[in-house]
């Protein structure tokens, strides 16, 4: 079977953390489940950029580490542009670990 190496896919980041039925316990799995469904050949995650003059009027939420709980209001928690941002930021310090390079 012939493989092309070249392959890149772009994966839209908020439609995967908008999906989850079953919102995992911390966000320390929440960054395991959404690295678990990017294709295992180039890996891409693409989001929007959340700008504060653009901050929806809802609660903040203090995401202080990957053991943080996650809140089981999750559509809430991901439509503030500051929880969006922190979020976001966990995965990619999350991704950058030696954990998940094993993974690529």
């Known amino acids: 079977m ?11 980041g908020n439609a995967v953390l908008q999906s989850p039925v079953a919102v995992p316990d911390t966000f320390e799995e929440v ?10 050949c180039g890996r891409d995650f693409v989001t929007d950029t959340y700008h ?8 903040s939420f203090l ?4 053991t943080t709980k996650t809140p089981r209001e999750w559509k809430s928690l991901r439509s503030h542009n500051f929880n969006k941002t922190q979020h976001l ?6 991704w950058s670990t030696d954990k998940y390079a094993e993974q690529l």
């Open 2 to 12: 012939e493989t092309n190496d070249d392959v890149t896919s772009i994966i839209d």
């Open 31 to 40: 960054a395991k489940m959404v690295f678990g469904h990017l294709p295992k």
């Open 52 to 59: 504060e003059t653009a901050v929806i009027s809802s609660p």
């Open 63 to 66: 995401l202080s580490g990957t």
């Open 89 to 94: 930021k966990l995965l990619l310090e999350q």
